[in-house]
C-alpha cells in the first residue's frame, strides 16, 4: 500500500514540478481596452476622499481624479496654475512685499477659473477656499500637515466678486505660492457640518459628508466624481459633468485594491484589471513584468520614470567610528552604485550624488560645485588604513583598542527592494573589511522610534520624497536634529551640524532672486557631500503597466500623482493604434 | 535509519526490563511493532531523518561544495535550475584580496605583468583584480594555464595557487538562484535548519510547559486547576494566528533591553529566537489539557489508589505512576506539535512577520517568491513542498505513535 | 439546567472582558500608533503636527484610560470610528463579515460534503488501499501551508489554465443583473473556497474516519449485525448516526475558527473579508476594528464552546448538568 502513497506523491510532486517548469505561454487578457471603462489596479489602502484630512498615498492619487488643487506641478516639473487663473509672483505684480516697519510679510491676488465649480453645479469660489483654511487651523480636526493653513494669516474675499481674492502671508518667503496641497472644500455642503462639531474632538471628519454621504457630486470638482466607494475593496468613477476644464475622454474608471502583489499582476494578466498604477508592482516585479511583455509581446507598457524619491543611507554621527571622516569617506567609496542600479534595477533607478534629483531644477552634478566620489576600493581602504584601521586574519578591521569595525544596517522591514540593497551593501563593504549587522523595524516603528529618536546605532536606510526647490531645512539644519529639548522634531536623524550650513538654509528662504538660490543651495549641497552626513545611494523611479492603446498618460518625476491630467488619458481603438502604431503620443 | 530506531528502543527495553519486570520488555517491543507496522509511519521518519541530517550536515555541504547561502551574484539572479554561472566580480575581488593576503605574490605579479593579458595599462598593485574581473573565468584559467609551463619558480607555484583559485570561479546551481542571485538548493537546506528547530524546539518547550501546567491542575485539582484551567481556555479562545502577528510585532528590545535576556536582541538569530519564545507562548495549552485530562483518569484507577493507602508520596505517585502514564500521549502530541510549530513558523515569515533576512527560512523564502510566481515559480513551489514534506512526515510519525501505544489498537 | 447556563454565561462574560484587556495590552504594546503611519506617508509632517495629532486622537492618555473609554463607548453600542478609513467602524466591518460568512460558509459545507463519505468510506474499508489514500490525502490538508496551497491554486487555475480569477471579490461592474453577478461571485469564490476547504477537510476526514471506527466497534452494532440487518442500515442508522455526535460538535467549534483561520487565504486572494481587514488593521494600528474584530472572534469561540457543552447533554443523556 505505501508504495502506492508514495507513488502518489511522487506523480504530485512530478506534475508540480511539471507545471513550474512549463512557462506559461501567450495570453491576452481579451480584447484592449476602450474609452468605455479602464480598470486601475492598486496595492496601497485608501480612507475616506476628504482632502484635507486625507493622509494615504493612495487617497492621494485618487483624490488628484477628483479634486482639484489651487496651483499644480506638470510633468515637466513646471507649476501652473490649477483652480487658480494665475500664479501671482512679484515679477507678474499680482504678489507685492508689504512692510510695516517691523515685520515684512507678502500679499498675493488669487483668481479662482471663472468656469470652476463643484459637482453639483455650484460655482467654486474663493470663500470654498476660506472655509478649507478655517477648517484647516480648527485644533479638532486631525489635519496631517498643518503648516500649508498656518502659513496664511488671511484670506480677503472681494466684496463684489467671490472669485477674487487676496491671501496675507505671514511671512516673506520666495515660495509663498507653492500651493499645490491647498484644496478647497465645499462650503455650501460642508459649513453646517462644521459648524456643528467644530468643538468635538475628531467631530467634524466623522461627519462630514465624505464620511456620511461620499458619493454627493458637490463633495468634487475634478474631471470625475465618485459614484461607488467600497473603502478597502474599490471606487468607480465617472465623469463630472460640471468640470470646468476639458472634458475627460474615458467614461468611467474603476480602481481595485489588492492589496498583495503577486495577485495583482495575476489579475493583469487574467484581464480582471487593465493598468497598474504607480502604487502597484514592487520594482523588482515591473523589471519582470517589463522583460516578459517584450518576449511574450503582451498589450502592455511598462513605465519607469525616476522620480524625487531619495534612497540613502544616513549616517549616525554620535556613532565614535563615524564620528572620523575618513571612516565615513571609506563608506562612500566602498559602494559601487552604478553596480548597484545597473545589477538590481537594470539602471533604470538612477544613482545618486546628493539629496536633489536629476527632475529638480537646483540639481546639479559639476564637480566644481560638489564633491563626487567615485567607487574605488582602493582608495576606500587607504582611508581605513590612514584611520588606524587593520586587518586582521578573521577579514575584518580592527582598531587600536582591538574593536571590530563593526556597524549596525538598519531599514524598514518588509520593504523588499531596500532589503534586497542592504544585503548587497552588507557584502561591498565586508570587501573593505567592515562587519555588517542587519536589523530591521516595521515601519512604523522605525519612523516612529527608531529614527526619530535617532536610535540607531550606525546607518539607516530609507528615503525623502519632497517637492522641487524644496529648502532642506529639516534635514540639514542643526535646529532640526532631533532632541529632547525640541521635542524631537526635526529630520537632521544623522546629527549633522555645521553653522555655514545653519546660514544658508536662513538665506534660502530670503532669497527672491533665481541665481542666488541656487549658489546658496549649491554651497549647502557642497558641505553636504565634502562633511558626508549622509551617503546617497540612487532615486527611486516610479513604475506602472498601462494598456497599449492608452495614450495622454505620463508619470511626472515628483511626488503629485499622474492622475493629475486624468482628463487627457485616452484609449485609442484598433483603428487608431493601426494609423499610429503602438508608439502614439 | 529503520535500525537505527530499534537499536535505541531495545536499549530503553533493556532499562525497564531489568528495573521493573520481564512484562514490560515484551510491552516495549510490541510498542516498537507496532509502530513499524504503521508504514507510512516508518516512511516519514525515514523523510525527518534524512531532512535532520542534511540540515546538520549544511556546514559540511558548503564546504564541500563551495556554495554559501549568503553569497550573492546580482548579475545573476533569477536564474533558472541547473544554471552554471560566473560568480559575481565582486566576488572574485575578494577571493584575490584573500589570495594576496595570504602570502607574498611579487614574484607572481611581476611574472604576469610581462605577460600583456590586459589591452590596458595597469599598477602592478591592481593586475590581478583587473585580470579577474576583465577576463572571464574560464577565458582565464585557459591563459593561465597556457602560461604554467612558461613560468619560472617561484612564480610558477603561485600560478597553480592562482590557477586553483580561478578555477573556483564557476558554480553550479542545481536549482537555481533567487533575487540575489544566491543558491536556491543551499538556501533551501539552511532554511531545513531554521524551520526544524524552530519546530522541534517549540513542540519540546510547549510540551514541558504542558506538563508542567497540566499536571499541576490534574493532581490537585479544585482552585489551581480552576484558575490554571480557566487561564489556559482563554488563551485557546483566542484567535491564535491573529495574536502571533500582534505579539510579532513588539519589539523584543524594547521589552528586554537592559535585562539579561539582552543578548537575545543582540544575537545575530534575534528573529529566530523571537519566533520560538512566542510560539511556546502560545501552543502549550492543548498539551496541558491533555496531561490533565489523563491524569485525572488515572488519578481515580485502582493502582494509584493502592499506592496511596500504602502511604505513596505524593511525589512517588507523580513521579513513578503518573507521568509514566501521561508520557505516552503527551509525546503523541508533542510530535503532532512540531508540525503545527513549522506551519505557523512559515505563516508569519510568509506574512513577513516572522524570521527576518537574510537568514533563509522555508517562510521568509516564500514570502520572497510570491511576488515573482509568475517569473520564477520554482522559488514558490519549493520551499512550499518541503514544508508539505516536513510537516507530513511529522504527522504520520505522531500518528503511528498514537496507534502504537492506543492499547484498543494493539494487534497481537 | 437554567442555573448552570447562567454560570457558564457569566463566567463566560467575564473571560472576554478579562480578554478585552489583554488584547488591548498586546495592541498597545506594538510599537508605534496610527499617528505614525502618517508620518510614513508624509515626510513632511512637522513634530508640532505629531503631537497635535496625538493629543487630538486621545493617544497621550495612559493605556487604562484609553482601555475605559473604549469600553464604555463599546458599552453605549458605539463601535467607534476606523482611524485608517475615516469611518464608523460598523461601515467597514458589516460588509466584511458578511463576505467572510460567504467564503467560511462555502468552504465549510464543501468539506463537509467531501469529506463525510471519504471519512466513511475509509473507516468501512479500514486498512484497503482506498484508506491509505485517502489518509494520505486527509493528512496532506493539514499539513499543507495554507498560503502556498492559495499560491499553488493561482499559479494552476488564473496563470497556467486561466479558468478563475487570481484573486477580488467581484467584479467591479454596475450593469450586471442579478443572476449575472452571482455567477460572478461564485467565480471569485472558488480558488479561495477551494484552499480554505482543502485544509479542513484533512480534520474532517479524520474526525469521521475516527468517530466511524469508534461506533462500528460499539456492542449494538454486534447485535444489529447479529439481527440480520441489511448492511446500510447498519453503517447508517447504526454507525453513522452515532458518528455524528463527535462530528457535529467539531463542526461547531471549527465555526468559530474559520473567522482567523481565513487571514491567510484572504490576503493571498485579495478576499475582501474580515481576516484581511484584521491584518491591515493590526498592520497599521486601526485599535478599533481591530479590537471589535478580536472580540467578536473570541466571543464566537467561547459561545460555540459552551454550545457544543450544551449540545452534549442534549445528545448524550448520561450527562446532566445538575
Known amino acids: 500500500m505505501s508504495t502506492r502513497a508514495l507513488l502518489f506523491i511522487a506523480l504530485l510532486a512530478l506534475i508540480i514540478g511539471a507545471l513550474a517548469y512549463v512557462r506559461p505561454q501567450l495570453m491576452r487578457p481579451g480584447e484592449l481596452p476602450t474609452n468605455a471603462e479602464l480598470k486601475i489596479g492598486i496595492t496601497q489602502e485608501f480612507e475616506n476622499l476628504n482632502p484635507i484630512v486625507m493622509s494615504m498615498v493612495a487617497t492621494t492619487y485618487v483624490y488628484r481624479m477628483v479634486g482639484r488643487s489651487l496651483i499644480q506641478l506638470d510633468e515637466d516639473s513646471q507649476w501652473l496654475p490649477q483652480l487658480a487663473v494665475a500664479i501671482p509672483t512679484l515679477e507678474n505684480g499680482l504678489a507685492r512685499r508689504v512692510s510695516d516697519g517691523e515685520r515684512e510679510w507678502i500679499e498675493a491676488d488669487w483668481t479662482i477659473h471663472p468656469q470652476a465649480s463643484w459637482g453639483d453645479g455650484e460655482p467654486l469660489t474663493c470663500r470654498d477656499f476660506r472655509f478649507s483654511w478655517e477648517v484647516g487651523l480648527s485644533p479638532n480636526v486631525g489635519v496631517p500637515n498643518i503648516e500649508i493653513y498656518r502659513q496664511i494669516a488671511d484670506i480677503r474675499i472681494d466684496p463684489d466678486d467671490p472669485k477674487r481674492c487676496t491671501f496675507e502671508y505671514r511671512e516673506a518667503r520666495w515660495n509663498f505660492n507653492r500651493h499645490h496641497l491647498f484644496?478647497?472644500?465645499?462650503?455650501?455642503?460642508?459649513?453646517?457640518?462644521?459648524?456643528?462639531?467644530?468643538?468635538?474632538?475628531?467631530?467634524?471628519?466623522?461627519?462630514?459628508?465624505?464620511?456620511?454621504?461620499?458619493?454627493?457630486?458637490?463633495?468634487?470638482?475634478?474631471?470625475?466624481?465618485?459614484?461607488?466607494?467600497?473603502l478597502g475593496s474599490h471606487l468607480i468613477l465617472e465623469r463630472n459633468l460640471h468640470f470646468f476644464g476639458d472634458p475627460a475622454h474615458i467614461d468611467r474608471i474603476v480602481i481595485m485594491l489588492i492589496p498583495n502583489t503577486g495577485t495583482l499582476e495575476a489579475n493583469l494578466r487574467a484581464g480582471s484589471i487593465d493598468m497598474v498604477s504607480q502604487l502597484g508592482m514592487t520594482f523588482d516585479q515591473s523589471l519582470a513584468f517589463a522583460n516578459r511583455v517584450q518576449a511574450q509581446e503582451l498589450p502592455f507598457r511598462v513605465n519607469f520614470q525616476p522620480g524625487l524619491t531619495y534612497e540613502h543611507l544616513d549616517l549616525n554621527l554620535d556613532n565614535p567610528f563615524l564620528q572620523d571622516i575618513r571612516v565615513r569617506r571609506a563608506l562612500v567609496y566602498a559602494i559601487d552604485r552604478q553596480g548597484l542600479v545597473d545589477a538590481l534595477f537594470d539602471g533604470l533607478q538612477p544613482a545618486a550624488f546628493h539629496n536633489l534629483a536629476p527632475t529638480d531644477p537646483w540639481y546639479t552634478e559639476d564637480p566644481q560645485r560638489i564633491v563626487i566620489y567615485r567607487h574605488s576600493r582602493r582608495q576606500a581602504n587607504r582611508l581605513l588604513d590612514e584611520a588606524g584601521w587593520v586587518w586582521r586574519d578573521d577579514g575584518y578591521r580592527y582598531n587600536a583598542d582591538g574593536e571590530r569595525l563593526r556597524l549596525r544596517l538598519m531599514t524598514t522591514a518588509g520593504n523588499k527592494v531596500r532589503e534586497l540593497v542592504q544585503i548587497y551593501l552588507q557584502d561591498q563593504w565586508r570587501g573593505i573589511g567592515v562587519d555588517v549587522r542587519i536589523q530591521n523595524d516595521p515601519g512604523r516603528v522605525f519612523f516612529g522610534q527608531t529614527m526619530r529618536r535617532r536610535e540607531y546605532g550606525g546607518v539607516a536606510m530609507y528615503a525623502w520624497s519632497s517637492s522641487p526647490e524644496n529648502n532642506p531645512r529639516s534635514m540639514v539644519s542643526s535646529d532640526a536634529i532631533p532632541s529632547e529639548n525640541n521635542g524631537w522634531s526635526g529630520q537632521n536623524y544623522p546629527g549633522w551640524s555645521n553653522a555655514r550650513v545653519d546660514e544658508l538654509v536662513d538665506e534660502l528662504d530670503r532669497a527672491f532672486d533665481e541665481q542666488e538660490r541656487l549658489d546658496l543651495i549649491h554651497e549647502i549641497l557642497w558641505h553636504y557631500t565634502y562633511e558626508v552626513p549622509v551617503i546617497p545611494l540612487y532615486y527611486r523611479s516610479e513604475t506602472s503597466v498601462t494598456p497599449i492603446n492608452l495614450t495622454g498618460y505620463r508619470i511626472p518625476g515628483h511626488q503629485i500623482s499622474a492622475a493629475n491630467h486624468v482628463e487627457r488619458w485616452r484609449l485609442m481603438d484598433a483603428d487608431e493604434m493601426a494609423r499610429n502604431g503602438s508608439d502614439a503620443p | 535509519m529503520t535500525t537505527g530506531s530499534m537499536s535505541t528502543g531495545g536499549m530503553d527495553a533493556e532499562v525497564t526490563g531489568r528495573q521493573v519486570d520481564h512484562e514490560a520488555q515484551s510491552m516495549t517491543r510490541i510498542l516498537l511493532e507496532q509502530f513499524l507496522e504503521h508504514r507510512m509511519a516508518v516512511v516519514g521518519l525515514s523523510v525527518i531523518v534524512l531532512f535532520l541530517a542534511v540540515a546538520l550536515l549544511a556546514p559540511v555541504i558548503t564546504a564541500v561544495t563551495g556554495l554559501d547561502p549568503d553569497r550573492q551574484n546580482v548579475f545573476n539572479r533569477y536564474q533558472p535550475p541547473g544554471s552554471h554561472l560566473d560568480l559575481s566580480t565582486h566576488e572574485r575581488e575578494l577571493r584575490v584580496q584573500t589570495f594576496l593576503r595570504q602570502a607574498d605574490r611579487s614574484d607572481l605579479i611581476r611574472f604576469l605583468a610581462g605577460q600583456d593579458l590586459l589591452e590596458f595599462a595597469v599598477d602592478d598593485e591592481d593586475l590581478l583584480y583587473e585580470l579577474v574581473t576583465q577576463h572571464a573565468p574560464m577565458d582565464l584559467a585557459a591563459m593561465l594555464l597556457e602560461l604554467q609551463d612558461r613560468a619560472p619558480d617561484p612564480a610558477g607555484n603561485d600560478l597553480q595557487a592562482l590557477r586553483n583559485l580561478v578555477a573556483d570561479f564557476r558554480s553550479f546551481h542545481l536549482l537555481g538562484t533567487d533575487e540575489l542571485g544566491r543558491d536556491v538548493l543551499i538556501r533551501l537546506i539552511y532554511g531545513t535548519r531554521v524551520s526544524v528547530t524552530v519546530g522541534l524546539l517549540v513542540a519540546f518547550v510547549?510540551?514541558?510547559?504542558?506538563?508542567?501546567?497540566?499536571?499541576?491542575?490534574?493532581?490537585?485539582?479544585?482552585?489551581?486547576?480552576?484558575?490554571?484551567?480557566?487561564?489556559?481556555?482563554?488563551?485557546?479562545?483566542?484567535?491564535?494566528?491573529?495574536?502571533?502577528?500582534?505579539?510579532?510585532?513588539?519589539?523584543?528590545?524594547?521589552?528586554?533591553?537592559?535585562?539579561?535576556?539582552?543578548?537575545?536582541?543582540?544575537?545575530?538569530?534575534?528573529?529566530?529566537?523571537?519566533?520560538?519564545?512566542?510560539?511556546?507562548?502560545?501552543?502549550?495549552?492543548?498539551?496541558?489539557?491533555?496531561?490533565?485530562?489523563?491524569?485525572?483518569?488515572?488519578?481515580?484507577?485502582?493502582?494509584?489508589?493502592?499506592?496511596?493507602?500504602?502511604?505513596?508520596?505524593?511525589?512517588?505517585?507523580?513521579?513513578?505512576?503518573?507521568?509514566?502514564?501521561?508520557?505516552?500521549?503527551?509525546?503523541?502530541?508533542?510530535?503532532?506539535?512540531?508540525?503545527?510549530?513549522?506551519l505557523f513558523e512559515a505563516a508569519l515569515s510568509f506574512l513577513g512577520l516572522g524570521i527576518q533576512p537574510p537568514t533563509p527560512s522555508w517562510g521568509n523564502m516564500l514570502n520572497n517568491a510570491q511576488e515573482m510566481v509568475q517569473h520564477a515559480p520554482t522559488l514558490a513551489i519549493l520551499p512550499g513542498l518541503l514544508i508539505l514534506f516536513t510537516v507530513i512526515s511529522f504527522n504520520y510519525v505522531g500518528d503511528g505513535l498514537r496507534d502504537a501505544i492506543d492499547p484498543r489498537s494493539i494487534r497481537r | 439546567m437554567t442555573a448552570y447556563i447562567l454560570r457558564r454565561l457569566l463566567q463566560t462574560v467575564v473571560v472576554i472582558l478579562l480578554l478585552s484587556y489583554f488584547c488591548y495590552l498586546l495592541m498597545t504594546l506594538m510599537p508605534g500608533d496610527p499617528v505614525d503611519e502618517m508620518i510614513m506617508a508624509n515626510p513632511e509632517i512637522t513634530s508640532a503636527d505629531i503631537d497635535r495629532l496625538r493629543a487630538?486622537?486621545?493617544?497621550?492618555?495612559?493605556?487604562?484610560?484609553?482601555?475605559?473609554?473604549?469600553?464604555?463607548?463599546?458599552?453605549?453600542?458605539?463601535?467607534?470610528?476606523?482611524?485608517?478609513?475615516?469611518?464608523?467602524?460598523?461601515?467597514?466591518?458589516?460588509?466584511?463579515?458578511?463576505?467572510?460568512?460567504?467564503?467560511?460558509?462555502?468552504?465549510?459545507?464543501?468539506?463537509?460534503?467531501?469529506?463525510?463519505?471519504?471519512?466513511?468510506?475509509?473507516?468501512?474499508?479500514?486498512?484497503?488501499?482506498?484508506?491509505?489514500?485517502?489518509?494520505?490525502?486527509?493528512?496532506?490538508?493539514?499539513?499543507?501551508?495554507?498560503?502556498?496551497?492559495?499560491?499553488?491554486?493561482?499559479?494552476?487555475?488564473?496563470?497556467?489554465?486561466?479558468?478563475?480569477?487570481?484573486?477580488?471579490?467581484?467584479?467591479i461592474a454596475f450593469d450586471m443583473t442579478p443572476w449575472e453577478s452571482f455567477v460572478d461571485r461564485l467565480k471569485y469564490l472558488v480558488l479561495p473556497v477551494l484552499s480554505l476547504s482543502f485544509l479542513s477537510i484533512g480534520t474532517y476526514v479524520r474526525y469521521t474516519r475516527a468517530a466511524m471506527l469508534e461506533a462500528m466497534g460499539n456492542d449494538y452494532i454486534r447485535t444489529a449485525r447479529a439481527k440480520g440487518l441489511s448492511w446500510p442500515r447498519i453503517y447508517l442508522m447504526h454507525g453513522f448516526r452515532n458518528a455524528l455526535i463527535p462530528l457535529i460538535t467539531i463542526t461547531a467549534l471549527s465555526f468559530s475558527t474559520l473567522f482567523s483561520g481565513a487571514i491567510i487565504t484572504e490576503t493571498v486572494f485579495a478576499y475582501q473579508g474580515v481576516g484581511q481587514l484584521v491584518f491591515e488593521s493590526i498592520q497599521s494600528n486601526d485599535f478599533n476594528v481591530a479590537m471589535v474584530a478580536f472580540m467578536i472572534s473570541v466571543s464566537m469561540v467561547l459561545l460555540m464552546n459552551l454550545i457544543a457543552d450544551l449540545l452534549y447533554g442534549v445528545a448524550d443523556p448520561r450527562i446532566s448538568y445538575a
Open chain 2, 206 to 342: 510547549s510540551g514541558l510547559i504542558g506538563l508542567l501546567v497540566g499536571s499541576l491542575a490534574g493532581y490537585y485539582g479544585g482552585r489551581t486547576d480552576a484558575i490554571l484551567m480557566r487561564f489556559t481556555d482563554a488563551l485557546l479562545s483566542l484567535p491564535i494566528l491573529v495574536v502571533l502577528i500582534v505579539v510579532s510585532a513588539i519589539d523584543l528590545g524594547k521589552v528586554f533591553g537592559g535585562t539579561p535576556l539582552a543578548f537575545i536582541v543582540e544575537s545575530r538569530h534575534e528573529s529566530v529566537i523571537k519566533m520560538i519564545l512566542i510560539l511556546c507562548l502560545f501552543s502549550w495549552m492543548q498539551a496541558a489539557r491533555l496531561v490533565r485530562g489523563s491524569i485525572l483518569s488515572i488519578k481515580e484507577q485502582e493502582f494509584v489508589l493502592a499506592a496511596r493507602v500504602l502511604g505513596a508520596k505524593d511525589r512517588t505517585i507523580i513521579g513513578a505512576h503518573i507521568i509514566p502514564n501521561v508520557i505516552a500521549p503527551l509525546l503523541v502530541a508533542v510530535t503532532l506539535g512540531i508540525g503545527n510549530a513549522i
Open chain 1, 183 to 230: 484644496y478647497p472644500l465645499p462650503e455650501h455642503l460642508e459649513r453646517p457640518v462644521f459648524e456643528r462639531f467644530a468643538d468635538q474632538p475628531e467631530g467634524y471628519e466623522q461627519h462630514s459628508n465624505y464620511t456620511r454621504d461620499p458619493t454627493h457630486p458637490g463633495l468634487y470638482s475634478g474631471p470625475y466624481r465618485i459614484v461607488n466607494l467600497g
Open chain 3, 56 to 171: 487630538l486622537h486621545g493617544l497621550d492618555q495612559p493605556v487604562w484610560v484609553r482601555y475605559w473609554n473604549w469600553a464604555s463607548s463599546i458599552a453605549s453600542g458605539d463601535l467607534g470610528y476606523s482611524r485608517t478609513y475615516r469611518v464608523p467602524v460598523t461601515d467597514i466591518l458589516g460588509p466584511r463579515l458578511l463576505n467572510t460568512f460567504i467564503l467560511a460558509g462555502a468552504a465549510l459545507l464543501v468539506a463537509l460534503i467531501v469529506a463525510i463519505p471519504l471519512g466513511v468510506w475509509a473507516a468501512l474499508k479500514k486498512n484497503s488501499s482506498a484508506d491509505y489514500v485517502i489518509n494520505l490525502f486527509a493528512f496532506a490538508g493539514i499539513s499543507v501551508p495554507s498560503f502556498w496551497i492559495a499560491i499553488v491554486l493561482i499559479l494552476v487555475f488564473a496563470v497556467y489554465i486561466p479558468i478563475f480569477p487570481a484573486g477580488g471579490t467581484g467584479s
